[in-house]
């Protein structure tokens, strides 16, 4: 029998976390909720200079905020913690020296220096840089004084194979790359091992990564070996690519989850945005359940894929129509009140991200600022005179409704004579302080008798 799926998503936190990196962890999420399994998160915080807390927390806010919860990490804790490699040192020594005992690794004593050396020469020759197993056989007599060692895994010889999920039978020669350190001198644990020593004692049954890590994996796979344990299924997903062909990393600031939070993108939006890329689950939004239901590593394609932004602003459109207008009010932050809550379902429609949002809702939520162009326009002449008419006519009107708008309109339109834009943008203006946004009979009738009196009134004085 199959064990229970185990997934896990392992990042690094030494900057934001990116649109790239949600990728790997929806699909690592879906994989495991598919299978009725576990979704674990560790933190991979071994480079102890670029990894920084605030990141950690900053990756933990932004999973939690989009929906992707975690059954074992740093927080929820579990049966296979710590999940901090920074917190799991003693554990790699510990693997390594079992590895040690049983001569599937071995000490080596080779200075620096001496590595630069052999490195240049064999660029020189024209072959791939490797250990050239100096310290393999060297004997307790030779070992030189003073030198804190690296530990080396010693490479068996022979040809890797393994079934990727998307690539197919992928083959490689052991050959290619010697001996390498498992356990540098300074004691710090090369990521290759850290990662197989935790995936095998946290029973990860299936990894989901991107490509960049291929080359990564017969290194892996042969830990997993010496560690007397079957490998996990391997899946390598084609990178994420910006809209020029290059990958999207973290100098792209609008990919972050933070830097599309702010630009006012939903979760549920970035979600089915980021699952189109490598996975074609059909047309329209998902939930994360709809998401699971249809996940499958078989339909992940194999070519690159491009973050679509005009992709997410659709999706953000219609998660905006979708959300209720109670929902929308708290996340702009404003009071659940049922003047706001009629604004709310009448400007979302125009909205497609929470910025444009809360700017359209503002005439309804407070007093009006008139600024610069708009101001300059509403102190014209003939704006003056629409503003004059229009308070007027307001005036005579009882309630406003969409009904009588078209009579007070056509009246302002015979008392001045104006028509189009010289006549709706300086009503526009003098209600919303913009110059753009929902409809003119909607924005009176929201707005309600008094208030559009006292706004044009405080204007014209
Ligand atoms: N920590 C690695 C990264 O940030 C991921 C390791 C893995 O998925 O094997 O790329």
Known sequence: MRPEARTRFAPSPTGLLHVGSVRTAL???LFAKKNGGKFILRIEDTDRIRSKREFENGIMEDLRWLGLRWDEGPDAGGEKGPYRQSERIGIYTDTAGRLLENGLAYRCYCTQERLDALKREQLKAGSPPRYDGKCRTLSEKDVPAGVTPSIRFRVPEKRITFDDGVHGTLSFDSRLFGDFVIIGSDCIAAYN?????????MGITDIIRGDDHVSNTPRQILLFEAMGLRPPAFTH???VLDRDGAPLGKRHASASIKGLREEGFLPGAIL???A????NPGEGRLG??????????????????????ERLKAFNKEELARTDGAALLELAGLPVERGLLDAASAVKR?????????TLITPFAGDVEISGDIRSMLMEPYARKVLDALRDSVFKAGLLDEMNYNEIIESVKQATGEKGKRLYLPVRGALTG??????????LKLLGRDRVLKRISAFLA
């Open 434 to 443: 913009q110059t753009e946004g929902i409809e003119l009979a909607a924005i």
């Open 193 to 201: 091992f850290a990662v197989v020593a935790d995936d095998a004692l």
């Open 237 to 239: 997903i084609p990178l």
């Open 288 to 309: 994360l359940d709809e998401m699971t239901g249809l996940f499958s590593v078989k339909r992940l394609s194999k070519s690159p894929s491009a973050f679509d932004m």
């Open 272 to 274: 089915n945005a980021i």
């Open 27 to 29: 699909f690592n999420y």
């Open 350 to 358: 125009n909205a497609i991200t929470m910025k444009d949002f809360k």
């Open 276 to 279: 189109r890329l490598g996975w």
